[in-house]
């Protein structure tokens, strides 16, 4: 009898113990996991931190920039070393070659830039242009004149060209889609 009193007093306590194992390894768990919240919110205000002194930094950098190319002998005196870059959708943006201030319509100081593009010897780049076909196959250039009731497959014939109808073409693929639609419509191998 004393033996079967011990014997469960034993799995009592060990039951006990496991209980308090669990509780514990839980509070231990949860300190970790406060802690690594508290240490993640803290490296997030560091780089917020890091980020803004960067951004200053830049900031103070452009605000000295005279934009201006050289100052050497052979330099013209009002060369400004500014890039203008047309986007294919149109967007056009300016940017200072030695600081890389943005001048942009979005940012509301694109006159100053586009000023500064006027006095400058650099000459503007784009990217290539995207262009549309209408059903009839004839170019859409600009994106704003782009009317997606003029250019819907064509349901009656499925194997016609406006079945492969693809919305975004470059000007480079305009052509060459030119003379397959022509070779296909006349069956000639021009």
């Known amino acids: 009898m004393v033996k079967k009193f011990v014997d469960n007093f034993i799995f009592w306590l060990y039951d006990k113990l496991e209980e308090e194992k669990l509780r514990r390894k839980?509070?231990?768990?949860?300190?970790?996991?406060?802690?690594?919240?508290?240490?993640?919110?803290?490296?997030?205000e560091q780089r917020k931190l890091d980020a803004q002194k960067w951004l200053d930094q830049i900031a103070v950098k452009q605000s000295k920039c005279s934009h201006q190319k050289g100052g050497g002998l052979w330099s013209p005196p009002n060369?400004?070393?500014?890039?203008?870059?047309?986007?294919?959708?149109?967007?056009?943006?300016?940017r200072c070659l030695i600081c890389s201030k943005e001048w942009s319509k979005e940012n509301g100081n694109y006159e100053e830039g586009l000023n500064l593009t006027t006095q400058s010897t650099?000459?503007?780049?784009?990217?290539?242009?995207?262009?549309?076909?209408?059903?009839?196959?004839?170019p859409i250039d600009r994106v704003d004149r782009y009317e997606?009731?003029?250019?819907?497959?064509?349901?009656?014939?499925?194997?016609?060209?406006e079945e492969q109808y693809m919305p975004f073409i470059t000007t480079?693929?305009?052509?060459?889609?030119?003379?397959?639609?022509?070779?296909?419509k006349t069956g000639s191998d021009e």
């Open 122 to 138: 650099n000459t503007a780049s784009a990217s290539e242009h995207v262009t549309y076909l209408s059903k009839d196959g004839e």
């Open 26 to 44: 839980a509070l231990v768990d949860n300190l970790v996991n406060e802690f690594i919240a508290e240490k993640a919110k803290l490296r997030e």
């Open 79 to 94: 060369d400004y070393a500014v890039w203008r870059h047309t986007f294919p959708d149109g967007h056009e943006t300016i």
């Open 148 to 161: 997606p009731e003029r250019c819907p497959p064509s349901k009656q014939n499925p194997s016609s060209p």
């Open 172 to 184: 480079r693929w305009m052509e060459y889609l030119k003379v397959l639609w022509k070779r296909a």
